[in-house]
């Protein structure tokens, strides 16, 4: 098999509502329904001439050699999955995301860059969807660029640039009418996030890895209590702002002007302007722990 990098169109399927199925059917009918519906996958996209890599749990990964195929294969997954579920009487439903780029094919495998947006593009993708890249539809014929449509101009995790994404088109009714611009206003945009805690600051913009917050010594903010999680939270850029996300046992607390101590936990929050982070406890001024931030 080939050790260099080449191209490839990598998908990956993913069953939506597995959990919501085993308690609707339980675990045995639960398990052969996904084993069939991962066998209807499997066999859709051989018929494309793609190549199923592994299968992860609910979820499927396979290589193309070009885009088209594999927006072929993709769509005729969800047309045949919707006309199962119809037979079955079973909701049955997959988020489909790809990716166009190279990748290392090692022993039945791939690994690279392209691998994680593609993977990336099915955990935006919602149930019936397809989500993919502007590698791939630049690739496209004409025939089935015109079932495409903008979906969102975003950062990915791993990459520096924001990337303009699509969402394929396979049935044309009931779409929402999407409204997409190419460039977030200015007024919209943070360019810079500075945080401070325990006389230490620390810097953040859109190209920036993101902050981690926790007990843990390797977390890019240490927090010196027993409140805290190891790991308690980070900080991501997404779509124009930096977003606390919490991912903590006891909960974070965010306080600003017009907000106090708004609790968060397992759960987003768009930091704006100024304000103060607590981890596991309210925010109290001259508090040890707090940590400062403020949005530029």
């Known amino acids: 098999m080939p050790n260099a990098t080449t191209q490839y169109s990598i998908l990956f399927a993913d069953i939506a509502g597995s959990t919501q199925l085993y308690e609707q059917l339980g675990d045995t009918k639960a398990q052969a329904c996904i084993s069939d519906l991962l066998d209807l996958i499997a066999e859709t996209i051989e018929r494309h001439q793609g190549t199923v ?3 992860i749990g609910d979820e499927i990964m396979c290589r193309f050699d070009e885009p088209s195929p594999a927006i072929a294969a993709a769509t005729d997954v969800q047309t045949e999955i919707e006309l199962q579920s119809k037979i079955s009487k079973v909701s049955l439903s997959v988020r489909i995301g790809l990716h166009h780029g190279p990748a290392l094919l090692k022993n039945n495998d791939l690994f690279g860059d392209a691998v994680n947006v593609a ?3 099915a955990t935006i993708a919602k149930a019936n969807q ?3 890249t502007d590698d791939v539809v630049k690739a496209l014929p004409e025939w089935q660029t015109d079932k495409t449509r903008k979906f969102d101009h975003t950062v990915v995790k791993g990459k520096k640039e924001p990337i303009t994404i699509y969402e394929i088109v396979w049935k044309s009714d009931n779409l929402t009418e999407l409204q997409f611009t190419s460039q977030l206003s200015h007024t919209s945009v943070a360019s810079r996030l500075v945080l401070v805690h325990e006389n230490e600051k620390y810097e953040m913009t859109p190209v920036s890895a993101p902050i981690t917050i926790g007990r843990d010594k390797t977390c890019t903010i240490s927090i010196n209590s027993g409140l805290a999680s190891r790991n308690h939270a980070r900080i991501n850029y ?5 977003v606390l996300v919490d991912e903590s046992t006891n909960g974070t607390y965010v306080r600003m002007p017009d907000i106090n101590n ?5 759960e987003d929050f768009p930091l704006m302007g100024s304000g103060q982070i607590s981890c596991g406890e309210k925010a109290v001024d001259e508090h040890p722990n707090l940590i400062q931030f403020t949005c530029e």
């Open 238 to 242: 997404q779509r124009g702002k930096f």
């Open 262 to 266: 708004m609790f968060i936990r397992r």
């Open 53 to 55: 890599i592994k299968t």
């Open 119 to 121: 993977a990336r593009m």
């Open 130 to 132: 397809i989500i993919t």
